[in-house]
């Protein structure tokens, strides 16, 4: 199993920025999603990011404003979020695949980002 325990959340004008940070333990994994869920709404895709490769996707209502990055030696991996909208708020988990084309099975505990007007 994966372990995720995430951190960075909390209050922000619109218009901020926060970043979260997702410390990963345990077995090895191919991917870091990020993902977020507002009240009343399904659990949506934010990014995510191969962790060997790199390689980033990004749902189109954050492109330019969010960016995913990782530090493989540290296990650790980031969101950062720039020019927050108040519609950005959230609960927002991170979450671990183990193999390609596998399920994201390891989730992170979520930490909620709220950002005012």
């Known amino acids: 199993q994966v372990q995720l325990v995430e951190s960075g959340g909390g209050l922000v004008q619109a218009g901020g920025s926060l970043r979260l940070s997702c410390a990963a333990s345990?077995?090895?994994?191919?991917?870091m999603g990020w993902f977020r869920q507002a009240p009343g709404k399904e659990r949506d895709i934010v990014a995510h990011?191969?962790?060997?490769?790199?390689?980033?996707y990004y749902t189109d209502s954050v492109k330019g404003r969010f960016t995913v990055f990782r530090d493989n030696a540290k296990n650790m991996g980031y969101l950062q979020m720039n020019s927050l909208k108040p519609e950005d708020t959230a609960v927002y988990y991170c979450?671990?695949?183990?193999?390609?084309?596998?399920?994201?099975?390891?989730w992170g505990q979520g930490t909620q980002v709220t950002v005012s007007s």
């Open positions: 979450a671990a695949q183990r193999v390609v084309g596998g399920l994201y099975d390891n």
């Open positions: 345990g077995r090895s994994f191919s991917t």
């Open positions: 990011i191969s962790w060997n490769s790199g390689n980033t």
